[in-house]
């Protein structure tokens, strides 16, 4: 099981640092195969021994003239080479589209950067059915390598994000079923993985790891879910 932590504009870069050292503790002694946070731009930092530090975010350039962003060069500083691209707030809020996603995707997998690619969709294509629900789902691969060994999918239904109510078993099934038919890369889920849900998300066979947001700010927190997720 693979677990990826995404603060999105939550936590400081002293905070981050605070909370990479007490989860090496609260993990030590604990076989994972990996851990992943991702902190917001300004508290990228080297990861530790066991803790992969990614970003949440990065232009598809090395540096220049682009008001706002961090590149690659930024990222370099600090020997990041994980990074997720296609979450949805990023489609959403900020308009990504997957043409602009794409650029991003060729670049850092150029750059040889492992790459979390997320997907999800709108309650309202769910509600239409299974055919329209994969040509959504689907479409977000539009330009995208999915034969990249670097790669990681990571399913997470919008509906199901911040909202406290993960997609059921039988939700996340469907879906992983799917992907799993037409990709190889390990898939994850994400959206409300919390403490409480991780035992039976963790338990179905097409979940290789999870993408949390709100349970895993806290360390003490996170760590109690990557224990109950491995069953130690
Ligand atoms: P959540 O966020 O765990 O707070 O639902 C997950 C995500 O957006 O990656």
């Known amino acids: 099981m693979q677990f990826f932590a995404n603060f999105k504009m939550n936590h400081t870069r002293a905070s981050t640092t605070a909370y990479i050292e ?8 604990v ?3 990996s851990v992943s946070v991702f902190p917001p731009a300004t508290a990228l930092q080297k990861g530790s021994n066991r803790v992969v ?3 949440q975010n990065g232009y598809f350039e090395q540096s220049g003239a ?5 590149g690659l060069e930024q990222l370099q500083e600090f020997e990041i080479d994980t990074i997720l691209i296609g979450h949805s707030e990023r489609r959403e809020i900020f308009g990504e589209s997957q043409e ?3 650029k991003k995707y060729a670049y850092y997998k150029e750059q040889g950067f492992h790459i979390v690619y997320c997907i999800g969709e709108p309650l309202s ?3 239409q059915g299974e055919d329209a629900l994969f040509e959504y789902l689907y479409s977000q691969f539009d330009g995208i390598d999915t034969n990249y060994e670097k790669l990681t999918i990571a399913y997470e239904p919008i509906w199901a ?3 406290g109510v993960s997609a059921t078993v039988a939700d996340i099934e469907l879906v992983h079923k799917r992907l799993k038919e037409k990709f190889d890369a390990p898939l994850l889920y994400g959206g409300s993985v919390k403490v409480d849900s991780i035992e039976q998300i963790a338990a179905i066979e097409s979940v290789d790891g999870v993408l949390v947001g709100s349970a895993s700010l806290n360390a003490k927190e996170f760590a109690a879910l990557i224990k109950r997720g491995l069953g130690v």
């Open 125 to 127: 294509l769910r509600e």
């Open 66 to 70: 682009y008001t706002g962003e961090i």
């Open 22 to 29: 007490q989860l090496e503790s609260e993990l030590s002694g």
């Open 161 to 163: 994000i911040g909202t």
């Open 100 to 102: 602009f996603i794409a």
């Open 31 to 33: 076989a994972i195969e």
């Open 53 to 55: 530090v990614g970003a």
